[in-house]
């Protein structure tokens, strides 16, 4: 029997302890500094629980400060490469939302806090997710450090994305938002490049 014939169906599962957060969601985050804590505490919680990578995400409706979804990462949890914070955040607004395109969501202005700076991979699907705006807060400096490898990325890439109308905010809390990754390495998480580097 070719696998292929049959529908094939991706699943990825946020953590069990996830739940803990849906008090969240009738929260208000009225500052880029309140959202980008919660996308902080969803990194260290993700460590400290060895539930996943060093990094957090969060989508939000930047003109209400309401949450929208999260995410953490899963890569080796999952067995899926793709299974990053942000993927995984703009992947749940959009089933949450119904539409492949958040600027057309009933909430037009929304945006991506990620605990770090998005890797190249998480990059390219921002601009095709529909968010306005990203705030970033570690730097991909700061992850390379510890050992992951965020590929290649032009250094103007927040100009760019700019140029098609997304307003990036970086360093936004940086110092706290490098402490998880450096409690995983301290914890020795698994680094997870592909590739074999």
Known sequence: MNPL????S???NLPNWIG?????????FPTIESRMALAIKLADENVSRESGGPFGAAVFDSDTGELVSLGVNRVVESGYSISHAEILALSFAQNILKTHDLSKSLRPNLQLVTSVEPCSMCLGAIPWSGVKSVVCGARTSDAEKVGFDEGPKLDS???ELEKRGITVFRDIE???ATKPLQN???NGGAI???GGK
């Open 5 to 8: 014939s049959h529908t094939l």
């Open 10 to 12: 991706v699943r990825v």
């Open 20 to 28: 803990d957060f849906e008090g969240s969601l009738n929260e208000i």
């Open 157 to 159: 890439w927040p100009e």
């Open 174 to 176: 940086r110092e706290a």
């Open 184 to 186: 995983y390495l301290r």
């Open 192 to 194: 997870y490049n592909g």
